[in-house]
């Protein structure tokens, strides 16, 4: 049994190979490519709107809207890393539909890299916030103390990114692969229907967990500086 | 479950050309296309709020030219209406006065016209009375009904009164004078002689007074006698007690003609009474 599309392997030379994780990734991202051309002929900037450009206006606001209700301040700054993200994830997931497809996500590999890109997202929109200074600073809050171990859990919380969304989809297709053994019919399209689901859920969660990680890096930046500037702190509950 | 770190490696680069391309052809365009939207959807909003501002503009405007026109219109109906009011009065003033003057030549006309009538009928009465009175003197006219007469003319003479007396005896101052007497027939000798000797007497008490008779006889006189001279005349006749009658009729006549008056001036009262309460 393959517990990874890493294992298929297409085509190898020397360390180089193209295996199935990356040739499905790649269908995915030509999908992403062909709807956004398609989007891009038919896109109106009047009413009179299509089917396409409405669905996926509501996707695209859709998304801002989380990155808004997270609490980042300008979420148009990280629409295209988050929202890819979310999409990349989703549509990775919602394809185990059809048979014969290995999602990405199911490589360690990929979540891995997908995890490394929130890891170094954090740090790169916290510096761009905050300032190397008051960002690295931040490792030592609240006393220096605390440095070793924020940097283990800044580490630790990367890995469980990673290994999260691998575990839940990589278990979800040995299900299906076992149930296919045991109990060919029915029961795989219930299980089918529950790896869609937690395929969108797990999107959905890495998307949201790398929301806030990035978050908490920028608005513990303004705060530092509200509290910098003595001006008052608006409370959520205040803004509203 | 191995980690391939070549893998990792091209599915990052993967991942992130994932990102750039999405952002080139999926948000740009969608976001781009929303926030023009957006802008045109504010542009069309503020014009519609300009137009709303306008318009409320406007409707004041209007409001303020519809309440002046109003106003306006008020005060032109007052005016017309006391401008009506008062030439209705006068309208009505004049035509009271046109009616009461109408009323008034009317009555005039009325009362000429009465007036007319009553001579009519009182001329028309006595020539009636005239006529039978002549007719039945005539049908009984005879010798002895003349010979009556002229005793009742006699004795008509004789009891003259003290100033028909002295109104004869000054008539006949002027002295030689004629004294005609008319008669509705032919006297004779004898009741000329009478008559001469009974006007002796009553001239007597002056010695100078002279008179001579003339005679002559005259049909209308309706079976009577009469003298006269230098603007005296005693008479007994039927014309007499004819002329009495008219005199009566024509009292009768002013009579009824006065309560007449009365009555209308009553009227005329009461009328104008009606116009000043309305």
Sequence with gaps: MQLSPDEIIYWQMGFIKINATIVFTWGVMLMFFISAKVL???????????????????IVLAIEQQISAVGLIHPRQYLGFLGTLFLFVALANLLTIFPGYEPPTGSLSTT???AL???????????????????????????????PFNIIGEISRTFALAVRLFGNIMSGTMII??????????????????GLLTGMVQAYIFFILASVYIAAATSANKTQSQLHKNTPVIKPSEEN | MTIDWFTVGAQTLNFLLLVWLLKRYLYGPI??????????????????DAIKLDAQLQRKMLEKKNNEFDAKRDELF?????????????????????????????????????????????????QEVYDVARKVLADLASVELEQNMFECFCKRLQNMTLDEKHNFNKA?????TELLIYSAFELTQTQIDKVDGILQQVSSAKSNSHFHLKLEVKTTLISGIEIRSNGWKIAWSTEDYLNVLQTFISQLLIKQRESIHNRTAQLNTQSHNVKNSA
Excluded: W
């Design chain 1, 112 to 114: 891995l890299s997908l």
């Design chain 2, 172 to 176: 006949l101052d002027a002295g030689n």
């Design chain 1, 117 to 147: 890109c929130v890891f170094v997202a954090v740090p790169y929109y916290g510096i761009k916030q905050r300032g190397l200074k008051d960002y690295l600073a931040s490792y030592t809050k609240p006393s220096f103390i605390m440095l």
């Design chain 2, 78 to 126: 007052t005016k017309a209406k006391n401008t009506a009011l008062s030439e209705s009065e006068q309208i009505i003033a004049k035509a009271h006065i046109n009616a009461d003057q109408i009323s008034k030549s009317r009555l005039q006309a009325l009362e000429r016209e009465l007036e007319h009538y009553q001579q009519d009928i009182a001329l028309k009465t006595l």
């Design chain 1, 40 to 58: 891009e002929r038919a896109l109106t900037r009047n009413n009179k709107r299509t089917r396409l450009q409405n669905a996926l206006e509501t």
């Design chain 1, 177 to 194: 692969g076992i149930m296919l053994l045991i109990a060919p019919f029915v029961f795989p399209v219930v299980m089918t229907a529950l």
């Design chain 2, 31 to 48: 976001l781009k296309a929303i926030d023009d939207r957006e802008t045109q959807t504010a542009k069309v909003i503020n014009q519609a």
